[in-house]
């Protein structure tokens, strides 16, 4: 009995230790049991999403495992950096999960949290190292002197810590919460005596909206709870919905989301605030899947025409998914607020519904969801089947949805198997 107890304690030594190896010595192989573990233990995951078949895949394959072996070295703590792998086509469970569309995608965690935005650098293993280097960097900004915030970036928003110490469980934490929002937030810690001014009552945190800087909004919840305070944090760095500009549209799409924008009139801020209601109120789960956009229709005339709508029939709403644009197919300011309608919009996005209907017309037992927009099948002169028996696949009509205004934007086909191209 006590050998077989040893020999129980051997095994159990030995998965442990295998497991150790498995998720901080190389490039590690996730599937859904382990993938939890590993992504929520590990303060920054870059993982690569991919199909052996996908010759894209095939060429970044060994470079992705060499950036890993040289971060393995220069960062030796376990889970400090993690470089990871998702066999798309044996894992489809993740894959759906993560809405991967195109292969190989390189996605970036934090925490367990998953950034938005993607790596799209050089694939080259300077450049990987380089990127993971810079992202194991301090996010926290030390403030030695409290004049200098009034001299912060005002376009930026910026959560400002008031800390007795650095190794204390509140910075800790503050630390934690900065390295998740590190690319919508800056973060900017006094420590010690500088802080004492700010610190009458204890440990201090606040808020800095953009064009404010005698605004701050103090954080009144517990600081060494990581949950509600990363929850405030996330409010205040990241507003859910986002005003697209020829500035900023670029980047937004380097996101690698679709968009669901809302065409409005500079004056009419009744849509914009019914939007904004709607999406908190219904489909802020997707915010991880889909940006939401305002736009202004006078300046984005063009998108419209794509539609074959003007600024006359503002507000509009539409998705663009960097292939094709989908128009909403309800009244904005009638019927938004209905619930459901905007859900089930974004749904058969994601299903693929919106592109299959629009090319084959709608699906047998689903009515119409969207305006379509008819082209003349070949067949049109055969003569009228008028029996009850359905029309063949040839004498059917075809629909084509209006091509994507960003597409320009989209992925380059050069890098990348664009998995919407083969639905």
């Given at each position: 009995?006590?050998?077989l107890s040893?020999?129980?304690?051997?095994?159990?030594?030995?998965?442990?230790l295998?497991?150790?190896?498995?998720?901080?010595?190389?490039?590690i192989?996730l599937?859904?049991h382990n993938?939890?573990?590993?992504l929520?233990?590990s303060?920054?995951a870059?993982?690569?999403f991919y199909?052996?078949?996908?010759?894209?895949?095939q060429?970044?394959?060994?470079?992705?495992?060499?950036?890993?072996?040289k971060?393995?070295?220069?960062?030796?703590?376990?889970?400090?950096i993690?470089?990871?792998k998702v066999?798309?086509?044996?894992e489809t469970?993740?894959s759906?999960?993560?809405?991967?569309?195109?292969y190989?995608?390189?996605k970036?965690?934090?925490?367990?949290?998953i950034?938005?935005?993607e790596?799209r650098g050089?694939?080259?293993?300077?450049?990987?190292v380089?990127?993971?280097?810079?992202?194991?960097?301090?996010?926290?900004?030390e403030?030695t002197?409290?004049?200098?915030?009034l001299?912060l970036?005002a376009?930026?928003r910026?959560i400002l810590g008031?800390?007795?110490?650095?190794?204390?469980?509140?910075?800790?934490i503050?630390?934690?919460?900065?390295?998740?929002l590190?690319?919508?937030?800056e973060?900017?810690a006094s420590?010690g005596?500088v802080?004492?001014p700010?610190?009458?009552t204890g440990?201090?945190?606040s808020a800095?909206?953009p064009?404010?800087?005698h605004?701050?909004q103090?954080y009144?919840?517990s600081?060494n709870?990581?949950e509600?305070?990363?929850?405030w944090?996330?409010?205040?760095?990241?507003?859910l919905?986002?005003?697209?500009?020829?500035?900023?549209?670029?980047e937004l799409t380097?996101?690698?989301?679709?968009?669901?924008?809302?065409f409005?009139?500079p004056d009419?801020?009744e849509?914009?605030?019914?939007f904004n209601?709607?999406?908190?109120?219904?489909?802020?789960?997707e915010k991880v899947?889909?940006n939401?956009?305002?736009?202004d229709g006078?300046?984005?005339?063009?998108?419209?025409?794509h539609?074959?709508?003007s600024?006359d029939?503002?507000?509009i709403?539409a998705i663009?998914?960097?292939r094709h644009?989908?128009?909403?197919?309800?009244?904005v300011?009638?019927?938004l607020g209905?619930?459901?309608?905007?859900?089930q919009?974004?749904?058969d996005?994601?299903?693929?519904?919106?592109?299959?209907?629009?090319?084959?017309?709608?699906d047998?037992t689903?009515?119409?969801?969207?305006?379509?927009?008819?082209?003349?099948?070949?067949?049109?002169?055969?003569?009228r089947?008028t029996?009850?028996?359905?029309?063949?696949a040839a004498?059917q009509?075809?629909?084509?949805?209006p091509?994507?205004?960003f597409k320009?934007l989209?992925?380059?086909r050069?890098?990348?198997?664009?998995l919407?191209?083969?639905?």
């Open positions: 009995m006590a050998a040893l020999f129980a304690l051997l095994v159990t030594l030995l998965v442990e295998f497991s150790y190896h498995s998720v901080f010595g190389e490039v192989a599937n859904d993938i939890d573990s590993v929520g233990g303060d920054i870059i993982v690569n199909a052996d078949w996908c010759r894209f895949s060429i970044l394959a060994p470079t992705f495992e060499e950036a890993g072996k971060i393995k070295e220069e960062f030796s703590v376990p889970g400090r993690v470089f990871a066999d798309c086509d044996k469970g993740i759906g999960k993560y809405r991967i569309n195109k190989p995608t390189l970036l965690f934090r925490g367990g949290n950034v938005k935005k790596y050089q694939r080259s293993v300077e450049a990987m380089q990127f993971a280097q810079e992202q194991a960097k301090d996010p926290v900004h403030i002197n409290l004049e200098s915030l001299e970036d376009k930026k910026h008031y800390f007795e110490s650095k190794t204390s469980d509140n910075y800790r503050f630390n934690k919460v900065a390295n998740v590190r690319d919508d937030c973060f900017h420590l005596d802080s004492l700010e610190r009458t440990d201090h945190i800095r909206a064009n404010t800087v605004e701050d103090p009144t919840g600081l709870n990581y509600a305070l990363q929850q944090a996330t409010e205040k760095c990241m507003p919905i986002r005003e697209i500009t020829f500035e900023n549209a670029e380097e996101e690698g989301l679709p968009f669901l924008i809302l409005h009139h009419d801020t849509s914009v605030d019914l209601k709607v999406v908190a109120e219904q489909v802020v789960h899947n889909i939401f956009l305002v736009a006078l300046k984005f005339a063009h998108p419209l025409h539609l074959g709508k600024t029939d503002l507000p709403l663009d998914s960097f644009m989908y128009l909403f197919p309800h009244d300011k009638k019927d209905i619930p459901g309608l905007l859900k919009f974004i749904e996005l994601h299903s693929g519904k919106l592109h299959r209907e629009f090319h084959h017309g709608p047998p689903t009515p119409p969801s969207v305006p379509q927009i008819e082209v003349e099948s070949e067949t049109k002169n055969i003569p089947d029996s009850d028996e359905p029309k063949p004498q009509k075809i629909t084509s949805p091509e994507s205004t320009k989209a992925p380059s050069n890098r990348y198997t664009i919407r191209d083969e639905l």
